[in-house]
C-alpha cells in the first residue's frame, strides 16, 4: 500500500510530493571529502558502499495544469544497471500518479532540473519495441545549457547522461528548452544553479502563504543543508557551497520549505541559519499527509 504524500497550497497551486522508487548510490560519492563516520549515522552503508536514496518529484497542480516535476529513472534500465543502482520501483511514477487517481495522461507539463538519468529516465517508455514519451500529452523543459551538456557530455559525467531518456522527446517534438531562469506561470519560476552539472534548473513555487523550492541535487538528502557536505559528483564543488549558501540564505528569511528529491525519509524541511552553517528548523517526513503552509 502507497503511504500518503506530503502536499500544501502555494497560492493557485496545490503541491504533491511523488514517490518514484528508490535507488542506492556509493555513499563515499555522496558526500565526497566528508568522512564516513560522519554521513553514516543518518545513511548507513550496505555491504557494497551504497546508501538508500528517493527519486522524489513534484506534482503540482493549478491554472489548469498538472505540471511534474522530474520524473525519476523509469523502468528501462537493463537488470546489469539495476543491480548495480539497486533500483527499486515499489513506488513508481504510476502508482504514485494512481493514489491522487490520476494517469500519465493527465500531466501537462514536466520541468527537468537535468538529464541525469534518475532525474529524466522516466520521461520515456518502450513501446511495441520504439521509445516514446512516457507523458503522452506534456511539454518537456530543460535548459538549453543541460542539453548541450548532455548531448556532448564530458567523460565525468557520460555513464549519468542516457540519449534513450531525452534524444525520443526531442525527435517528438516534445522538449522546449529554456535559455536562462524562467517564469512560464503565474508564481512558478526557474533558476539554474550550475555546481553540480552545467544546466541544472531548480523550482520556486509562490503564493501568499509562502514559498517552496524543489532544489533537486544542490541539497539531495537533508544531511547536505550542511555548507561543506558536497557530492563527489558535483563537477564544481566550490560553485555548489556558494549556490546552497544563497539558496538557504534566501528561504530561511522567507521561511519557505525546501522538497528534497532523494532523502529517503524527509520530503520537506524549512532551512534555519546555525551560525555561519545551516541547519532544518522542521523536517516533513515523507509519508506525512500534509504540511501547514504558514510558519
Partial sequence: MLRQMPSLTLGPWTIHTLETGVIRLDGGAMFGSVPKTLWSRAHPADDRNRITLAMRCLLIEGEGRRILV????????????????????????????????????????V????????HAGGSTRLQGGVLVPRLPRAHYYVQRRNWENATRPNPRERASYMPENYQPLMDAGVLRLWDGPQRPWPGFETFTAEGHTRGQQLVRVSGREGALYFVADLIPTASHVRIPFVMGYDVAAIETMEEKRALLARAAAEGAWIALEHDPRIALARPVADGDDFAWAEQVPAEAATVPAGR
Fill in 111 to 118: 520541468v527537468l532540473t537535468h538529464l541525469h538519468f534518475d
Fill in 70 to 109: 522530474d520524473d525519476g529513472a523509469g523502468d528501462k534500465l537493463a537488470p546489469k544497471w539495476v543491480d548495480i543502482y539497486g533500483l527499486d520501483d515499489g513506488h513508481s511514477l504510476e502508482r504514485s500518479l494512481a493514489a491522487l487517481s490520476l494517469g500519465v495522461e493527465d500531466v501537462t507539463d
